[in-house]
């Protein structure tokens, strides 16, 4: 995603990011982050939690405007009830992925190297 | 308690199931940037997520099986409620991807839009699939999605990261 909004900015289209994951986002490097705590899946804020999501992304709007630089990150002002996720995602206690979708990935990432190979992709 | 450092977090993660070439994530010095040329309230604004967004009761835009995964759009007037995400690739422990809002804000965009906090939404929003290839991103998929936005005369970009 980061990639995609450093594209459209470098092609005149002001852009704001909403994630989840601050480290990455911020390792690439984009010009405007509204960076949001929460588990992988919630950027614009707690699910069913319609008054959070629209101050949320509220604040990410303003930041296209505010934002004096290109790097700029913006924490959403919120908490996850519980932060134990934290510790345990990417755990083989909560593995990311379960086993279909494990095979699945698996099965188009040789896909894309044949098709690369073949000279298609 | 600080964020996941996940770069750190998945290089672990994938060495102690056996792969040994830790996955080298996107990286660059210089950022661009775009100032904003116009107020909020007179921008249209285009939408663009890594959700795998599909309609109920219809195919899945994107095969399975299709190793490309190519960028795709969804008419942006489409009920939430007929809208889901097909991704398998988020926190499916601590949270769910059942109120779309939570990562696609449509029903926020054009609660915004009505109060004239923004001009208006693009007509349509935007599908990238986080790809293995950076190169494909940048070379087939970005170019794509900014000619969609460049269609819809988008003044502005949201993205949504999932």
């Known amino acids: 995603m980061s990639l995609v909004a450093r594209h ?16 990455i986002v911020e390792h690439c490097g984009v010009p405007r982050f509204l960076f949001c705590d929460f588990p992988l899946g919630s950027p614009c804020g707690k699910p069913f939690d319609a008054v959070m999501q629209r101050d949320i992304v509220a604040r990410g709007l303003d930041l296209l405007a505010s934002a004096p630089a290109p790097g700029t990150t913006v924490r959403a002002p919120y908490e996850w009830d519980e932060d134990t996720w934290k510790e345990k995602c990417f755990t083989e206690e909560r593995p990311f992925l379960d086993e279909e979708a494990t095979a699945r990935w698996l099965e188009r990432k040789q896909a894309y190297r044949d098709v690369k190979a073949a000279g298609t992709a | 308690m600080s964020h996941v450092r996940y770069i750190d ?9 056996g792969y040994t070439t830790p996955y080298r994530w996107a990286h660059f010095d210089d950022i661009p940037f775009t100032p904003l040329a116009r107020p909020l309230a007179e921008c249209r604004v285009g939408l663009v997520t890594t959700s795998e967004m599909a309609i109920r009761d219809t195919p899945p835009p994107v095969p399975d099986d299709d190793p490309l995964r190519d960028p795709y759009w969804l008419p942006s007037d489409t009920p939430v409620g007929r809208l889901y995400s ?16 939570a990562y696609l804000p449509l029903t926020r965009l054009h609660e915004l839009v009505a109060e004239g906090r923004i001009g208006s939404l693009a007509p349509r929003f935007a599908m990238a699939f986080s790809q293995y290839s950076q190169r494909k991103t940048l070379t087939v998929d970005a170019p794509r999605i900014l000619s969609w936005l460049r269609e819809d005369r988008v003044d502005v970009a949201v993205l949504t990261a999932v």
């Open chain 2, 86 to 101: 097909r991704k398998t690739a988020y926190d499916r422990f601590a949270t769910t991807l059942d109120d779309v809002d």
């Open chain 2, 9 to 17: 977090k998945t290089r672990e993660y994938y060495r102690a199931q």
């Open chain 1, 8 to 23: 459209l900015e470098e092609h005149g289209i002001p852009t704001v990011v909403f994630g989840c994951a601050r480290d």
